[in-house]
Nanobody, 120 residues
Framework: QVQLMESGGGLVQAGGSLRLSCAAS????????MGWYRQAPGKQRELVAS???????NYADSVKGRFTISRENAKNTVYLQMNSLKLEDTAVYYC??????????????WGQGTQVTVSS
């Protein structure tokens, strides 16, 4: 079974920075896409950023120029560097990964979520 463990959330003032990490564990053969999503109270979960195994990235328009996603394939880990944080970035951030584990079985899993709160 593949599991994702997120860390790095917390409380930060507007304009500040946080770095989220997400490490995948289990009998993993390869991970294709790793991504960060967020869900604010009363809103739907939305994509924040994603990165392929070949380091192609995709960002939500609202975070372009402020957030940077990166990954370490050898560690099955993805990061989200968040700078110039705004009040509207407050949400629970979820990590997602898809790929293949032993015997070629496909997986798509979510982390438990980490709270990011931006204060004025």
């Amino acid at each position: 079974q593949v599991q994702l463990m997120e860390s790095g959330g917390g409380l930060v003032q507007a304009g500040g920075s946080l770095r989220l990490s997400c490490a995948a564990s289990g009998r993993i053969i390869s991970i294709n896409v790793m991504g960060w999503y967020r869900q604010a109270p009363g809103k739907q979960r939305e994509l924040v950023a994603s990165i392929t195994r070949g380091d192609s990235t995709n960002y939500a328009d609202s975070v372009k120029g402020r957030f940077t996603i990166s990954r370490e394939n050898a560690k099955n880990t993805v990061y989200l560097q968040m700078n110039s944080l705004k009040l509207e970035d407050t949400a629970v951030y979820y990590c997602n990964a898809d790929g293949n584990r032993e015997y070629g079985t496909y997986f798509n899993v979510w982390g438990q979520g980490t709270q990011v709160t931006v204060s004025s």
